[in-house]
Structures are given as C-alpha cells and as structure tokens.
C-alpha cells in the first residue's frame, strides 16, 4: 500500500515538474522583458528633457536666422544632427543609429511684431509622430514682469523635444507564445520654458 502511495507521488511529481519549471522560466523572461522597456524608456525621458533643456538654455533669438532655420535642419546656435547625435550616445547600447528620431518645436514672440509664432521644426533621423503640436501648450508660456522697456510684457520661449526610437527591441527579446509582445516604438516628449526671453 505505501509502495503504490509513493510511485503515484513520484508520477504527479514527474508531470508537474515541467510545468513548474516553464512557468517559472516565463516569469522571469517577462520580469526581464518589463525591466527592459522600463530602463528604455528612462532613459529616453532623461534624454528628451536634456535635450529641451540644452535647447531652452541655449537659444538666443537675436542669433536667429529664419533662412537658416527654414530648412528644418538648423538654427544659428545648433543643428538637429548634433541633438540627434547627442541623443544616440546617451540612449541604451543596442538601438541601432538610425532608428533615433528627433523634431524640435519652438515657440516664440516675435520681437517686431509681438505675435507669438513657432519656428520651422528641427527634424533628422528616424519618422517621428508628435501627437500634441507646442501650440497646446502655449498658455503655459510666463510673461515678463520685469521693469526694463525691452522684457516688460514679453513671453517666454517654449522648447518641445519629442524622441522617438524604432525597433528598441530585438527580435528574441520579444516573446510571442507567451503573449508577451514589447513595443516596436517608443516616444518622449518634453516641453521647457526658455531662459531668454525675445528682445
């Protein structure tokens, strides 16, 4: 009677077994895969925000010329190649070059006029699709509250980074029998306030 109870324990032993252990293997490739798209996707915040960041600090209207700028490859201070650059060697080892994309938004007053205006986009790389153009945001410009004649009422610059990154993935970090499929593109956006106000 005990010699039949424990064969049929090392029998069901036996047939749970392999389900325990594959179910223990798609856990911690899923745990893996997330903590991947996670870091990824860290790291492309930090790099949209620097980027923004770089560009509010920056960026000096007095320096600009709307001929240059017209081509949507550059401005007076920078070129969209050197921000796509910069961003390439921040982002995780891995994504290929050319799936990085980069569109840099601007919007300004113009100092003649008044009006607030967005420049021509910085644009290189990979496609980006921005799904909120900076004219939504442009409420959230501050004006000038200083007493010099030449601030006095003026508004701010907005800055809009968007990075987007295709394929971030290879194929056999993706796993499909588990119903466990990663994005193939990944996007940040970040919005500054510029340090210059128009003169």
């Given amino acids: 009677m005990t010699s039949k109870t424990s064969s049929k324990q090392r029998g069901v032993a036996s047939i749970e077994f392999p389900f325990i ?12 895969s997330i903590y991947r798209l996670m870091y990824t996707q860290t790291r492309l915040d930090s790099t949209a925000f620097m980027l923004a960041d770089i560009v509010a600090r920056t960026f000096d209207d007095k320096e600009l010329n709307p001929a240059i700028a017209s081509d949507g490859r550059s401005y007076a201070q920078f070129t969209a190649r050197e921000l796509l650059t910069i961003a390439r060697r921040t982002l995780p080892m891995g994504i290929a070059p050319e799936n990085v994309g980069l569109k840099l938004e601007m919007l300004r007053q113009n100092s003649a006029s008044g009006d607030i205006e967005q420049l021509p986009p910085l644009i290189d790389g990979a496609n980006c699709i921005v799904s909120s153009s900076i004219k939504n945001f442009s409420g959230l410009a501050p ?12 508004t701010a610059t907005l800055v809009q980074a968007t990075i987007c990154v295709e394929n971030p993935f290879s194929l056999d970090s993706q796993f499909e029998f588990i119903g466990l499929v990663l994005p193939n593109r990944l996007t940040s956006k970040a919005l500054m306030i510029g340090g210059r106000y128009a003169l």
């Fill in 21 to 32: 252990v594959v179910g223990s293997l798609v856990i911690v490739f899923g745990l893996v």
């Fill in 143 to 154: 004006q000038s509250e200083r007493d010099e004649k030449a601030l006095k009422g003026r």
